[in-house]
């Protein structure tokens, strides 16, 4: 493959040469730091970011999930799409690519959050997780 008289591997397209609309159809799952509220919840943050690294304004469907010892409902961004608080959601952000999770666990211990697609979702890059710690 050639891109401007130039070899390229397979899958390594340079960013900026890609179609805007293409960039739109991916996003990145990126992870606030969990805020202890008292010591059975803790708060923590999704954000959506484009290919840049830059947040993405835009409403996407995903599915959370955590271990069975805690729960998960939404907090002031983003909406529950099915049954909540449980311990694996399906959550819509807000339209700036928000959304609140609040973490529910009555145990010592450490949740590991991961997000992923569902039906409805993007392209997205959900490599990162976020542990939250309740103590």
Same mark, same amino acid.
């Given at each position: 493959?050639?891109? &401007?008289?130039?070899?390229?591997?397979? *899958?390594? =397209?340079? #960013?900026?040469? #890609?179609?805007?609309?293409?960039?739109?159809?991916?996003a990145?799952?990126?992870w606030?730091?969990?805020?202890?509220?008292?010591g059975?919840?803790? /708060?923590?943050? #999704?954000?959506?970011?484009?290919?840049?690294?830059? &947040?993405?304004?835009?409403?996407?469907?995903?599915?959370? /999930?955590? @271990?069975s010892?805690?729960?998960l409902?939404?907090?002031?961004h983003g909406t529950a799409?099915?049954t909540?608080p449980?311990?694996d959601?399906i959550?819509?952000?807000d339209?700036?690519?928000? #959304?609140?999770?609040?973490?529910?666990c @009555?145990?010592? /211990?450490? =949740? /590991?959050?991961?997000? *992923?697609?569902?039906?409805?979702?993007?392209?997205?890059?959900?490599?990162?997780?976020?542990?939250?710690?309740?103590?």
């Open positions: 493959m050639r891109l &401007d008289g130039k070899a390229i591997k397979a *899958g390594s =397209i340079p #960013l900026d040469r #890609l179609e805007t609309e293409m960039q739109a159809r991916f990145v799952v990126s606030g730091t969990p805020e202890v509220v008292d059975s919840h803790v /708060t923590v943050e #999704l954000q959506l970011k484009d290919l840049a690294g830059e &947040d993405l304004a835009a409403s996407k469907i995903l599915r959370v /999930t955590c @271990d010892r805690a729960t409902s939404v907090g002031a799409l099915s909540a449980a311990e959601v959550f819509q952000t339209a700036d690519g928000l #959304l609140d999770l609040v973490v529910e @009555d145990v010592n /211990t450490t =949740i /590991t959050l991961a997000a *992923g697609p569902t039906q409805g979702s993007p392209m997205m890059d959900c490599s990162a997780t976020v542990n939250v710690v309740f103590a």
